[in-house]
């Protein structure tokens, strides 16, 4: 890249950035109500996202074939929706669904 086009990507990553940070102050000023459609939003996409993530971390998981038919994952599953009905805390659920699963592929299904 030359000069002038590395100074105009890094114009441009911080011009993005500060739109994406200043934007949502801008549209939605402090003393005016949220609009609906924003309140359901950011009542939705939480869940919606978790969501995508079992989705995404599930897809290939061979639950009919293999040697251990996915045990690792559905266990780690069970663990975070445990752990997320008892303390409504999903970084805690998360956290510990990932060290469940870490542990149980190093060391328990080898």
């Not at 609009?35 to 639950?63: N, S, T």
């Not at 542990?103 to 328990?108: D, H, S």
Request: aromatic letters at 12%.
């Amino acid at each position: 890249m030359t000069l002038a086009q590395q100074l105009v990507t890094i114009a441009m990553v911080a011009l993005g950035t500060v739109l994406t940070r200043f934007l949502p102050f801008w549209l939605f000023p402090a003393g005016k109500p949220t609009p609906p459609f924003i309140r359901y939003l950011g009542r939705m996409l939480p869940p919606a996202a978790l969501g995508l993530l079992v989705i995404y971390c599930v897809k290939d998981v061979p639950f009919v074939a293999g040697q251990w038919h996915g045990l690792p994952e559905l266990a780690s599953m069970a663990l975070v929706t445990a752990l997320h009905l008892w303390r409504k805390n999903m970084f805690l659920s998360i956290a510990a669904g990932t060290a469940c699963y870490m542990l149980l592929v190093q060391f328990v299904f080898v």
